[in-house]
C-alpha cells in the first residue's frame, strides 16, 4: 500500500511538495509513495504515483528500482556498471557467469547488454515486461475480422513508413563480426529516434 504523506513526499523534512511530482507511470500530479522507496531512500521522482492503481498498473516495472538499489549497496553494482551478462530463462535473468550446458561444439552464447531503457513517454504493451501478452489471446481480433478506419489505415501507412526505416538503419551496419545486440542498440536508437508512441 502506497504511503501517503507530506513529510514522506518532501523526503521526510517538514517542507511540503505534493504539487511539484508527477506520478511516475501517467505523468498526473502525484499524491502518494512508494514505501518501499522510501525505506530505501530512493529519490522521490521515481517513487511518484497518483493512485494505487497506477502504482499497481506499474509495479513489474517499478519494482526493478528497489533491486538496482538493493544491488548498490551491497556492493553488486548496476548491470551497467557490471558491462556484459549473460541472458537466463528466456530472456527473464541475467548473469555474468556463462551458463552451464553440455556442450558439443566451439559455439557458446555471447554475453548481452544491459536492457535498453525506454523513455517513459512511450507507452509500453502489456507484454513489455515478462514477454507474456495478457490482452491478446482473449481478444476479440482473433477470431473476428476488424473492418479499419481511413484514420487506421493512414496510422499503420505511417508505422511502417518508419518500420521501413528502421529496418534500413539495421540493414546499413552488418557486416561480418558485428553482434545481434549491436544491431539491436541501432534498431533500439532509431525507434526512439524516429518518436514512436
Same mark, same amino acid.
Given at each position: 500500500?502506497l504511503q501517503?504523506?507530506n513529510?514522506i513526499?518532501? @523526503? =521526510?523534512?517538514d517542507?511540503?511538495?505534493?504539487?511539484?511530482l508527477?506520478c511516475?507511470?501517467?505523468?498526473?500530479?502525484?499524491?502518494?509513495?512508494?514505501p518501499?522507496?522510501?525505506?530505501?531512500?530512493?529519490? +522521490?521522482?521515481?517513487a511518484?504515483?497518483?493512485?494505487?492503481?497506477?502504482?499497481?498498473a506499474?509495479w513489474?516495472?517499478?519494482?526493478?528500482?528497489h533491486l538496482?538499489?538493493?544491488?548498490s549497496e551491497a =556492493?553488486l553494482?548496476? %548491470?551497467?556498471?557490471e558491462g !556484459?551478462?549473460?541472458c537466463? +530463462?528466456?530472456?527473464?535473468?541475467?548473469t555474468a557467469?556463462?551458463?552451464?550446458?553440455d !556442450?558439443? @561444439?566451439?559455439?557458446?552464447?555471447?554475453?548481452?547488454?544491459s536492457k535498453?531503457?525506454v523513455?517513459?513517454?512511450? =507507452?509500453?504493451?502489456? !507484454?513489455?515486461s515478462d514477454?507474456? %501478452?495478457?490482452?491478446? %489471446?482473449?481478444?476479440?481480433?482473433q +477470431?473476428?475480422?476488424?473492418?479499419?478506419?481511413?484514420?487506421?489505415?493512414?496510422?499503420?501507412?505511417?508505422?511502417?513508413r518508419?518500420?521501413?526505416?528502421v529496418?534500413?538503419?539495421?540493414?546499413?551496419v552488418i +557486416? %561480418? =563480426?558485428?553482434t545481434?545486440?549491436?544491431?539491436?542498440?541501432?534498431v533500439?536508437e532509431?525507434t526512439?529516434?524516429a518518436?514512436?508512441?
Open positions: 500500500m501517503q504523506s513529510a513526499m518532501a @523526503g =521526510g523534512s517542507v511540503a511538495e505534493p504539487a511539484s508527477s511516475a507511470s501517467c505523468g498526473k500530479p502525484a499524491h502518494l509513495q512508494c518501499k522507496c522510501v525505506q530505501l531512500k530512493l529519490p +522521490r521522482e521515481a511518484a504515483f497518483c493512485t494505487q492503481d497506477c502504482f499497481k506499474s513489474n516495472s517499478h519494482k526493478s528500482v538496482k538499489a538493493k544491488s =556492493g553494482g548496476t %548491470p551497467e556498471e !556484459w551478462l549473460y537466463l +530463462r528466456k530472456g527473464q535473468a541475467r557467469k556463462l551458463p552451464y550446458f !556442450w558439443t @561444439g566451439a559455439l557458446r552464447p555471447y554475453p548481452i547488454s535498453r531503457i523513455p517513459a513517454h512511450i =507507452g509500453l504493451p502489456d !507484454w513489455a514477454g507474456i %501478452p495478457k490482452a491478446e %489471446p482473449n481478444s476479440d481480433l +477470431r473476428v475480422v476488424e473492418i479499419k478506419t481511413a484514420d487506421q489505415i493512414e496510422r499503420m501507412r505511417e508505422t511502417c518508419i518500420a521501413r526505416e529496418l534500413d538503419a539495421a540493414a546499413r +557486416r %561480418p =563480426g558485428i545481434t545486440d549491436e544491431i539491436d542498440r541501432v533500439h532509431a526512439i529516434a518518436g514512436i508512441e
